[in-house]
């Protein structure tokens, strides 16, 4: 009997389902953003790293986020992400980090692709997965693939190439009124499941709250939408309230959500982005 080909889902489907397993939330995925900057300038970048000031992760705050997450939190799987992690120069040794605090089975990073070349052999030997986006412009040259692959292939790295020919739009240029709109856009929205971030002992359940921060400054009130983890006896009740909450982040009220609009991918230029900056403190 042929088997029916595997048809992939977007936006993927919701399961607000979070089992207990050795007094651990199970979850799909955890990340933390190592740094806030990029090397490319997308438009409708999701992390906002064209618009952001350079910032790199300690070491050791992560490792300190790390131990307090691994006692509530079990992600099948823990990514390093951005901006373009790549740019980050102990990027080996946050990887380490996350092995070392034992808070999922595999360690991914996901990245632009574009200094692979540059990475040296401790980042290929103890990541576990990479996911690359392909953008249409700048193009990933055959040779740099090549050295991706056979790298990969050396180091029994998996690799989930993903093309990136279009971004969703999910800034808003009026921010929506705190009401049903905003519970509707909240409950539906996947980001929330599956985009978990751990940022200065701050557990995320969507990681725009972050990065809206540090672009409002002093001005946001995004500092509720994130829940301090501490070593209570009460942090896994409490972190489970949070995952299943129905009230919508601050947040949400300046996005469009997972599901919103999309756009073919291209380059912000500098006056672009200097225009787009102006309207925040």
């Avoid at 050795?22 to 900057?37: P, Y």
Wanted: hydrophobic share 40%; net charge negative.
């Amino acid at each position: 009997m042929t088997a029916s080909p595997r048809v992939h889902v977007f936006p993927p489907p919701m399961d607000h389902h979070y089992p207990v397993q050795d007094g651990r939330v199970q979850t799909r995925s955890l990340e933390a953003h190592v740094v806030d900057h990029c090397n490319l300038t997308c438009a409708g970048c999701c992390s906002l790293s064209p618009l952001l000031p350079d910032w790199y992760a300690d070491p050791a705050q992560l490792a300190r986020d790390l131990a307090l997450a691994a006692r509530v939190l079990r992600p099948r799987v823990f990514k390093l992400v951005g901006g373009e992690p790549t740019l980050h120069p102990a990027l080996p040794e946050l990887i380490q980090v996350v092995k070392a605090s034992g808070i999922a089975p595999k360690v991914s990073v996901t990245t632009n692709g574009l200094k692979l070349a540059d990475m040296p052999e401790a980042f290929w030997r103890d990541v576990d997965a990479l996911t690359i986006s392909r953008y249409p412009r700048p193009r990933l040259t055959d040779d740099l693939v090549a050295h991706v692959e056979d790298q990969a292939a050396r180091f029994d790295v998996s690799l989930n190439w993903k093309a990136q020919d279009t971004f969703t739009q999910m800034d808003r240029e009026t921010p929506l009124g705190d009401g049903p709109d905003a519970r509707a856009l909240f409950r539906d929205c996947w980001i929330r499941e599956r985009c978990h971030l751990i940022r200065d002992g701050v557990f995320y359940t969507c990681t725009r709250p972050a990065h809206f921060q540090t672009l409002h400054g002093d001005t946001g009130a995004f500092a509720d939408d994130g829940l301090r983890l501490d070593d209570e006896p009460g942090m896994l009740d409490t972190l489970l309230a949070y995952l299943q909450r129905e009230a919508p982040l601050q947040a949400c009220l300046h996005c469009q959500g997972g599901s919103a609009p999309v756009a073919p991918h291209r380059m912000l230029s500098r006056r672009q982005i200097h225009a787009i900056k102006a309207a925040y403190p």
